[in-house]
């Protein structure tokens, strides 16, 4: 099979994901093999490319939202049929038995394990995946607009979760990628009303499109005090703007997997028991209520499709911000 390897990272520009024609195993039991249809591209992907995100292991096949069918079951396996379609995500497995997993936290998990990071993930033609983490898929959605869903917008919906944000409240947005796009339309389903920001004037212009009662660039204040906010943007000093907007009792839940750096900032702004909290991978249980809530709004993802060998550029038109929406790679 075909798969696009990172075996040293490099600056993108370096296009260092290779090309790779790799032998074909069998699912052990547990597992499923499936045949990737489509895998969007994250910024993590980037990040792990480029070396910001360390290597768990070398060489690996980056990708974590990956919608695939199955094409061959592992044994002692009932609840999957050949045929079916399945998603992937980031979180690829959990031990079941620590104190996190067994309090429904299986995102904190230490012995977790992630889709292309620690698992070859679906930047190829075949991925397999543990059973037990494989995501049922909404029939209304084509695999195309699926793979979006799976990291951006699942951990964009836990994000959402972790600053509180209820029906109807104030929420900021800072930062306005492929994740953000989704976490808008859930936000709006809710009756929240939102305020984008974000220094590109065509996404503030998209932002108001989509239902934002402003948009501006990070700096601009808000109107009145924020109840909650999320940031999108990799950027520490984009979460001290958040934290200046934001109401006494609210939270900012910071959507990166790794920031810039955190600058000093003044206690006067945390003070009135606001929180900053991070966002650390998703619960199962994250990902099957945003697909359900995905497929009643219904979520639209925008997206631009490249062949699998052109990850390289992908991620580079990614880190451009030349992709409305996600990049998706077709095999
Ligand atoms: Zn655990
Ligand atoms: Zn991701």
Redesign the pocket.
């Known amino acids: 099979m075909r798969a696009m390897r990172l075996e040293r990272p490099a600056p993108i520009a370096e296009r260092p994901l290779i090309l790779r024609d790799l032998e074909e195993r069998a699912p052990a039991p547990g597992e499923l093999a499936l045949r990737v249809k489509a895998c969007a591209v994250?910024?993590?992907d980037l990040q792990l490319c480029e070396s910001d995100v360390t290597a768990h292991r070398l060489p690996i096949t980056p990708g974590?939202?990956v919608v695939g069918i199955v094409e061959t079951i592992g044994e002692d396996l009932t609840d999957w049929k050949i045929g079916d379609r399945a998603g992937v995500a980031?979180l690829g497995g959990a031990d079941g038995v620590c104190a996190y997993c067994v309090s429904g936290r299986e995102n904190l998990c230490p012995n977790a394990t992630f889709t292309g990071w620690d698992r070859d993930g679906g930047f190829a033609g075949r991925i397999i995946v543990r059973a037990d983490f494989a995501l049922h898929l909404p029939t209304s959605f084509s695999d195309t607009e699926a793979a979006p869903l799976l990291?951006?917008g699942i951990?964009g919906y836990r994000a959402l979760k972790r600053s509180g944000i209820q029906p109807g409240g104030r929420l900021g947005l800072y930062g306005f990628g492929a994740s953000a796009l989704l976490a808008i339309q859930v936000a709006r389903y809710w009756g929240c009303e939102i305020y984008v920001r974000t220094r590109s004037e065509h996404d503030q212009l998209e932002a108001l499109e989509l239902g934002a009662a402003d948009a501006d660039s990070y700096d601009a204040p808000t109107p009145s005090p924020l109840d909650a906010a999320v940031t999108f943007a990799p950027v520490g000093s984009v979460v001290i703007e958040a934290l200046k907007a934001l109401a006494p009792g609210g939270t900012v839940a910071i959507n990166a997997i790794h920031l810039d750096q955190m600058p000093a900032f003044s206690y006067d702004l945390l003070w009135g028991e606001r929180n900053l909290s991070s966002v650390a991978n998703f619960t199962r249980a994250d990902a099957n209520e945003f697909l359900e809530l995905a497929a009643r709004i219904p979520i639209r993802t925008t997206t631009r499709t490249f062949p699998l060998e052109e990850a390289n550029e992908a991620l580079a038109a990614h880190a451009a911000g030349d992709v409305q929406g996600a990049a998706v790679l077709i095999p």
């Open positions: 994250c910024r993590t974590h939202q980031w990291c951006g951990i």
